[in-house]
């Protein structure tokens, strides 16, 4: 049986609208597994967004999208003289090889993609605080440089990656910008990642001859929970009493209760959480004079009935879970839906139904 995603369906298109609507130049970025969407339905939804263009992760997967989307494909690992990129040939493929934007991250690739494809579509990434990929100010200044030896090559913008919002990226952008500017090279389009939309909006106020372009996963696909849900099947339902051994590793129940077998394992991407968060030791010894079941080794689990997340009785096997529920709960029954809180970016789904 089936681990879930279900999405209201007109929420969800609405919310879409709504963000597209908000973000003028929105370049929608469907990566990994598709933000547990999967990468071919988001790009069937940017093409019905009537997007430019969808980001993807990396070369790996355009096979995924582009046969769902026909705009451009801005690839947001950097391009290397190696691996993936370079599986596709331009000769080969021309007409995908013309609506694929690179990122560019040090000059030396510069060279080596343009003399690979001395016309490519590319942007040029901006070293940011996160210090994952891109050019320093003076690689800005020496990529220009070397642009000038490559007439026919297409400078697509400057992209910038911000770290996750803690207090403002407005001083960092404002650098950066200034590095940009005096770089001297012939683009006024920025694609920018992880801006607010308050900085977005001060951002286009104060470099206002530049085209600014928010690359949005997240807050586009996931933004609005409320039209999502995951859910599990109840698969079966044991009797425990007390002592009574279930489980791979024959482990004994601590009182009596109900064994309830789940749909979702790590094959789903369904984890351990950790215990509780009380890691105190005081409230560690608590809940040991308790006599809570958490201290007896049982981990809270991400399913839960009625409204409580309930314990593992063992870990997670790969398609399937085993739940503890102490005697006095309600007891599902077989065929039971089931509410699963999960990471979307991390969950591989059965199946996805859009209402
Ligand atoms: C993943 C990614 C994004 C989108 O991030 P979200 O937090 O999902 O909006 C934007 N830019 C880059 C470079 C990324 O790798």
């Known amino acids: 049986m089936s681990l879930t995603l279900t999405v209201d369906g007109d929420r969800w298109r609405a919310h879409l609208r709504k963000v597209a609507g908000e973000h003028p130049g929105l370049v929608p970025v469907a990566k990994g597994n598709g933000y547990g969407f999967t990468l071919g339905r988001l790009a069937r939804k940017a093409q019905w967004l009537g997007v430019d263009t969808l980001a993807i992760g990396t070369y790996d997967e355009i096979g995924h999208v582009a046969q769902r989307f026909d705009g451009s494909l801005l690839v947001l690992t950097p391009w290397r003289p190696f691996g993936a990129a370079l599986d596709l040939d331009p000769a080969e ?3 995908l090889a013309r609506r694929l934007i690179h990122t560019v991250g040090r000059v030396e690739d510069l060279h080596a993609l343009l003399t690979r494809q001395p016309d490519a579509r590319f942007v040029l990434e901006r070293m940011t605080s996160m210090q994952r990929h891109g050019l320093s100010a003076r690689g ?4 220009a ?8 090559a297409r400078l697509e913008g400057i992209a910038l990656h911000l ?12 650098r950066l910008m200034n590095d940009v500017v005096a770089a001297g090279l012939d683009t006024t389009t920025v694609w920018v990642s992880h801006l607010t939309d308050d900085e977005l909006t001060a951002l286009r106020a104060r470099y206002a001859d530049y085209t600014i372009r928010p690359r949005i996963g997240t807050s586009l696909w996931l933004g609005d929970r409320d039209a ?11 009797d425990l009493e007390r002592g009574d051994a279930f489980g791979y590793r024959a482990r004994t129940a601590p ?24 890691s105190s030791i005081k409230a560690r010894a608590a809940t040991l004079a308790r006599g809570g079941l958490d201290a007896v080794g049982f981990v809270r689990s991400p399913f839960s009935i009625d409204g409580k997340q309930r314990l593992f009785a063992e870990p997670p096997h790969m398609q399937a879970s085993m739940l503890f ?12 839906l089931v509410d699963v809180r999960v990471r979307y970016t991390a969950t591989a789904f059965d199946r996805v139904v859009i209402t």
Do not use: F, M, N
């Not at 440089?145 to 026919?152: G, S």
């Not at 102490?326 to 065929?335: D, I, N, R, T």
């Open 255 to 278: 009182k009596s209760g109900h064994l309830l077998v789940v749909s979702g394992g790590t094959a789903h991407g369904i984890g351990l959480e950790a215990p509780t968060g009380e």
């Open 163 to 174: 770290p996750l919002a803690q207090g403002s990226h407005l001083s960092e952008v404002t």
């Open 325 to 336: 529920l102490p005697s006095g709960a309600h007891v599902p029954q077989v065929g039971d």
């Open 145 to 152: 440089r070397a642009l000038a030896e490559h007439p026919r």
């Open 93 to 95: 493929d021309p007409a």
């Open 140 to 143: 800005l200044w020496a990529a």
């Open 228 to 238: 999502l849900r995951v859910t599990a099947t109840v698969l079966d339902v044991h």
